[in-house]
């Protein structure tokens, strides 16, 4: 059974940073493409980045390009999402997803890639 968590939403003001983690157990965590999606009130759920298993391979929504960042340790089993100069747009619930793959450049930017999801993590960019 593979297990997806997600952790370090809360409340912050605009312009300010957040960063997410999330780990995936169940595998060998390094044999896991790994993705963030956010979903606001009202609206789909939107793809925000991906990092490949390697973690040399990254891939952003234009929304979030140069303000996020995802990056990777597999040491630790974790995935991180670096929030910075954050907008009351960017309010939503972030989901992390992992899909084991094989290749270790693969970038998944597509839900439906995705096997397993986190239950989110709430994010609140207040103005």
């Known amino acids: 059974q593979v297990q997806v968590v997600e952790s370090g939403g809360g409340l912050v003001q605009a312009g300010g940073s957040l960063r997410l983690s999330c780990g995936a157990s169940?595998?060998?965590?390094?044999?896991?493409?790994m993705g963030w999606f956010r979903q606001a009130p009202g609206k789909e759920r939107e793809f925000v980045a991906a990092?490949?298993?390697?973690?040399?391979?990254?891939y952003y929504s234009d929304s979030v390009k140069g303000r996020f960042t995802i990056s990777r340790d597999n040491a630790k089993n974790t995935v991180y999402l670096q929030m910075n100069s954050l907008k009351p747009e960017d309010t939503a619930v972030y989901y992390c997803?992992?899909?084991?793959?094989?290749?270790?450049?693969?970038?998944?930017?597509?839900?439906?890639?995705?096997?397993?999801w986190g239950q989110g993590t709430q994010v609140t960019v207040s103005s």
């Open positions: 990092i490949s298993r390697s973690g040399s391979n990254t």
């Open positions: 169940g595998r060998t965590f390094s044999s896991y493409a």
């Open positions: 997803a992992a899909r084991p793959v094989l290749y270790m450049l693969e970038v998944l930017t597509a839900s439906s890639e995705y096997d397993f």
